[in-house]
Antibody, heavy 119, light 113 residues
Framework: QVELQESGPGLVKPSETLSLTCTVS????????WNWIRQPPGKGLEWIGY???????NYNPSLKSRATISLDTSKNQFSLNLRSVTAADTAVYFC?????????????WGQGTLVTVSS | DIVMTQSPDSLAVSLGERATINCKSS????????????LAWYQQKPGQPPKLLIY???TRESGIPDRFSGSGSGTDFTLTISSLQAEDVAVYYC?????????FGGGTKVESK
């Protein structure tokens, strides 16, 4: 079965770039949509965006063009860069897959990684 | 954007009793091309990622107990736990995948009374 694991710094300074990577194991990144979702402490879920295995991407306009998602098929990984972060970007960041060939529900999910924005 | 509104924010139910969670979308998530509702439900326990329970509004994910059921169409949906078990205490979210940006409801916290 496919498993996802997020990795990256747990602390980022304000105005800098948050960078996270999701490693896919037990399957290939080909044929799927791959997503980033975040959850501020004690709050709800916000979809950040996806990348399709072809390289096409789509982002939540709420992030005001600060997000970039990329794919590395050779490493079976996809990554998130979020620029110009503020304290409001403090959250648990999840990577998640969608059903092969379709952008729909999210399954599987990574365990999530907490990123704190603070000086 | 399609806004998803869940109600109530929280509810306390006795073990063995029914729990009902509502989710309303700001526009229809029913596709006229395939007559499917583009809505999913998730369960999230503390410190864990959300777990997919139901998709297409009423299709139970493999391995999900049949006490969980989803219903509704268009803009109004319901997740029902027919007989609450201790392990069902969690926060539940609905999510639409009809259009981007994909959006979630605010969550409903289910506790045992």
């Amino acid at each position: 079965q496919v498993e996802l694991q997020e990795s990256g710094p747990g602390l980022v300074k304000p105005s800098e770039t948050l960078s996270l990577t999701c490693t896919v194991s037990g399957g290939s990144v080909s044929g799927n949509y791959w997503n980033w979702i975040r959850q501020p402490p004690g709050k709800g879920l916000e979809w950040i965006g996806y990348i399709y295995y072809t390289g096409s991407a789509n982002y939540n306009p709420s992030l005001k063009s600060r997000a970039t998602i990329s794919l590395d098929t050779s490493k079976n990984q996809f990554s998130l860069n979020l620029r110009s972060v503020t304290a409001a970007d403090t959250a648990v960041y999840f990577c998640a897959g969608s059903s092969p060939g379709s952008l729909n529900w999210f399954d599987p999910w990574g365990q999530g990684t907490l990123v704190t924005v603070s000086s | 954007d399609i806004v998803m509104t869940q109600s109530p924010d929280s509810l306390a139910v006795s073990l063995g009793e029914r729990a009902t969670i509502n989710c309303k979308s700001s526009q229809s998530v029913l596709s006229s091309s395939n007559n499917k509702n583009y809505l999913a439900w998730y369960q999230q326990k503390p410190g864990q990622p959300p777990k997919l329970l139901i998709y297409w509004a009423s299709t139970r994910e493999s391995g999900i107990p049949d006490r969980f059921s989803g219903s509704g169409s268009g803009t109004d949906f319901t997740l029902t736990i027919s007989s609450l078990q201790a392990e069902d205490v969690a926060v539940y979210y609905c999510q639409q995948y009809f259009s981007t940006p994909l959006t979630f409801g605010g969550g409903t916290k289910v506790e045992s009374k």
